[in-house]
């Protein structure tokens, strides 16, 4: 559909400043022809070329990051109000503090129950307030049993399943949850999280 061209009245001053800005980029205006039906009345010059940008591609890894201030890591959100986590408990285990990674395992399966009753994740934490670094320790357990350390839920200890969640205070927490609550956390990153017992699975 072809519509019939029409007169505008545009101010000399408007002219002269378009003149200024076409002679500034040196842009050549595009003539009209009339002969040609279907011409394009885009300007193909090029004003500023720019390198091109890299691909990216998508990682297999899992972006970690250490217990952080203002970040709450059972939520994955900030932390707008309250107060940081904070005590002081007798020292379990000082290799506990400065190990970056920690693999237990047990090699006799007769010792299956014993090794069920060990309180590992709670000497962790407990260890980590005693020397004052509780804030920097928030230890996840793929457990789904319950654990008695004789506190209230939501306060230092918690638990996450699939349709019931309880969770602990962003610093210096402890979290029980199932191998699938995990996974959902490893595809975002375990931001926030210092410890992770792999237990049960």
Not at 95 to 103: I, S, Y
């Amino acid at each position: 559909m072809q519509t019939t061209p029409f007169r505008v009245t545009v101010s000399n001053d408007i002219v002269k400043e378009l003149d200024e800005v076409i002679k500034l980029f040196n842009i050549q205006p595009v003539m009209i022809n009339e002969q040609q039906a279907n011409g394009s009345l885009l300007n193909p010059q090029i004003l500023e070329r720019f390198p091109p940008s890299e691909r990216r591609t998508t990682s297999s890894i899992i972006q970690w990051v250490p217990p952080i201030p203002n970040w709450n890591p059972w939520i994955a959100s900030n932390i707008d109000e309250g107060p940081l986590a904070t005590a002081t408990m007798e020292s379990i285990s000082e290799d506990l503090r400065h190990a970056e990674q920690c693999k237990m395992e047990n090699e006799l399966k007769c010792r299956l129950q014993e090794r069920q009753n060990l309180p590992i994740p709670q000497y962790i934490i407990d260890d980590a307030i005693q020397h004052n670094q509780g804030a920097f320790c928030n230890v996840v357990v793929t457990q789904p049993r319950r654990i008695k350390r004789c506190e209230d839920l939501g306060n230092s200890c918690g638990y996450s399943v699939r349709f019931e969640s309880i969770l602990p205070r962003p610093y210096g927490s402890l979290l029980f949850c199932t191998v699938g609550v995990l996974l959902r956390k490893l595809e975002s990153g375990l931001r926030g999280i210092s410890h992770v017992i792999v237990d049960e699975i």
